[in-house]
């Protein structure tokens, strides 16, 4: 299954990006969970259904380059369809197990970006998995900020945890957009005060001159 806001630029990106068998159309924010239950009443027959999420998340090289990383996790060369055009090499398999040994690919202009084999800078654009070995291959060192909630001025006396104060607080909110993925979206000159956006992909997002008081981002 995949899930896009809605444009047809989108559509195609996100079937190359994950492949599906199923499209789901929802109006309103739905977890992974909720999608399930409902492919599963679809049917008056027993059927498994197997979600994954990929999530995106920032990174910085260590000169300074920006780049958004999708992170493939366990199971997901059993459950994603794989296109040959979207991984290193002709060979599925061999790409997913260098995925699984730590490696990563980047498409042209990110490896321009951060000077790798493939960018066709120097006509090297061809489309080969090197081994760890290879006088082309690169180790980069990425930092990955990690946002921790630091409560102040709560009660000494109180027996809540942080993880259940947030989640209270989430609660209280005024509008759900909460784990759904929003990368580069224009979002701005709106008013999203109160509105949960925790564990929202939000890479990439546009909120300039948008009201986000009171609204957690984590």
């Keep these: 299954m995949q899930g896009y806001t809605g444009s047809l630029v989108d559509e195609r990106t996100a079937d190359l990006q994950i492949g599906s068998d199923i499209k789901i159309y ?31 998340i920032s990174l910085e090289s260590e000169d300074g380059t920006d780049a958004n990383a999708y ?13 040959p055009q979207a991984i290193p090499g002709k060979d599925i398999s061999k790409a997913i197990a260098a995925y699984e040994n730590v490696g990563f690919s980047a498409g042209p202009d990110m490896a321009f970006s951060l000077d790798l084999e493939g960018s066709g800078r120097f006509g090297d654009s061809n489309d080969v998995l090197y ?28 027996t809540m945890s942080v993880e259940e104060a947030f989640e209270y607080y989430t609660n209280i909110m005024d509008r759900n957009w909460s784990n759904i993925n929003l990368a580069e979206q224009d979002l701005s000159n709106r008013n999203f005060s ?25």
């Design 194 to 218: 109160r509105t949960d956006f925790s564990n929202t992909n939000l890479s990439g997002v546009n909120f300039a001159n948008s009201d986000l008081s009171e609204s957690p981002l984590l």
């Design 131 to 158: 081994e760890a070995g290879d006088k082309e291959s690169e180790t980069i060192n990425f930092t990955w900020e990690f946002k921790n909630l630091v409560p102040t001025n709560l009660d000494p006396n109180s």
């Design 26 to 56: 929802s109006t309103e924010p739905m977890t992974s969970s909720e999608i399930e239950e409902a492919v599963r009443n679809i049917s008056s027959k027993d059927i498994t259904v197997k979600a994954l999420t990929v999530p995106m």
């Design 71 to 83: 992170v493939l996790m366990n199971g997901s060369g059993d459950i994603l369809k794989w296109f």
